[in-house]
C-alpha cells in the first residue's frame, strides 16, 4: 500500500514569517493530494488540495507544491499569522479508489 | 444546516463490551469513512464505503465493524472493545465524483477501553 512520510514533526516561526512543511509518498499512481488543518480539539478540515496533472495551487496565503518525479508534495504558508496554529495533515489517494493515506501530521506554532 | 454527526462524543467502557458508535450525514453523500487519531500516528483509516452496501477495509481494520444499510448512516461497531482501541475516532463524507475526497468530518468521539 501507499507510505505517506510527513516532516517537520513540530515547526515554530514568528507571526509574518513563512512556514513549509513536506511529505513523501510511495505509491507512483497516487493521484490526489490533499491536506487537511486540524486545530486544537476541533475537527480535520480540507485546506487545499492538489491532483496528479497540476505541479502548484495557490490560495491567498496558502500554495501547495508537488512533484511527481521525485514523490513529493509541500504545504506553504506565506505571512503566517498566530491563528495559523495548529496541526497539518498531509494525505494521499492511491490507486485504490476511496483509500486516504495520511502522514503524522505537523504541530505549527506561530509565535506573535 | 449541512453537517456529520457523531454518537457518542465521549465515552468510557470496559474491555469486553460491545458498543456501537453512530455516524450521520444529511448532505446525500455516497461516500463515508471512519479514521481513528492517535498522538504521533495522524489518521489512520479503519473502514469505508463508497456507497449503500458497499464497504471496504482501510488500514487498521481489525477488531472494528461497520455497516451502511441506508445513505445517511455508517455506525462502527466495536464487538468486544479493548484497551488498544482507545483513541478519538472521526467520521466522514463526501460526495461522489471529482469531490470525492472533499471530506466533511464529524466532531469526533472519544473512546477509552478500560
Known amino acids: 500500500g501507499e507510505n505517506v512520510e510527513q516532516h517537520p514533526s513540530t515547526l515554530s516561526v514568528q507571526e509574518g514569517d513563512s512556514a513549509v512543511i513536506k511529505c513523501t509518498y510511495s505509491?507512483?499512481?497516487?493521484?490526489?493530494f490533499p491536506w487537511y488543518k486540524q486545530e486544537l480539539g476541533k475537527r480535520p478540515q480540507l485546506i487545499i488540495d492538489?491532483?496528479?496533472?497540476?505541479g502548484e495551487k495557490k490560495d491567498q496565503r496558502i500554495a501547495v507544491t508537488l512533484n511527481k518525479t521525485a514523490k513529493h508534495f509541500s504545504l506553504h504558508i506565506t505571512e503566517t499569522q498566530p491563528e495559523d496554529s495548529a496541526v497539518y495533515f498531509c494525505?494521499?489517494?492511491?490507486?485504490?479508489?476511496?483509500?486516504?493515506?495520511f502522514g503524522r501530521g505537523t504541530q505549527l506554532t506561530v509565535w506573535p | 444546516e449541512a453537517q456529520v454527526t457523531q454518537n457518542p462524543r465521549y465515552l468510557i467502557t470496559v474491555t469486553g463490551k460491545k458498543l456501537t458508535v453512530t455516524c450521520s450525514q444529511n448532505?446525500?453523500?455516497?461516500?463515508m469513512s471512519w479514521y481513528r487519531q492517535d498522538p504521533g500516528l495522524g489518521l489512520r483509516q479503519i473502514y469505508y464505503?463508497?456507497?449503500?452496501?458497499?464497504?471496504d477495509k482501510g488500514d487498521v481494520p481489525e477488531g472494528y465493524k461497520v455497516s451502511r444499510k441506508e445513505k445517511r448512516n455508517f455506525p462502527l461497531i466495536l464487538e468486544s472493545p479493548s484497551p488498544n482501541q482507545t483513541s478519538l475516532y472521526f467520521c466522514?463524507?463526501?460526495?461522489?465524483?471529482?469531490?470525492?475526497?472533499?471530506?466533511?468530518f464529524g466532531p469526533g468521539t472519544r473512546l477509552t477501553v478500560t
Open positions: 464505503s463508497m456507497n449503500v452496501e458497499v464497504t
Open positions: 448532505m446525500n453523500h455516497e461516500y
Open positions: 505509491d507512483s499512481a497516487s493521484n490526489y
Open positions: 466522514a463524507s463526501s460526495p461522489q465524483g471529482t469531490s470525492l475526497y472533499e471530506q466533511y
Open positions: 492538489i491532483r496528479s496533472n497540476v
Open positions: 494525505a494521499a489517494v492511491g490507486s485504490t479508489l476511496g483509500r486516504l493515506y
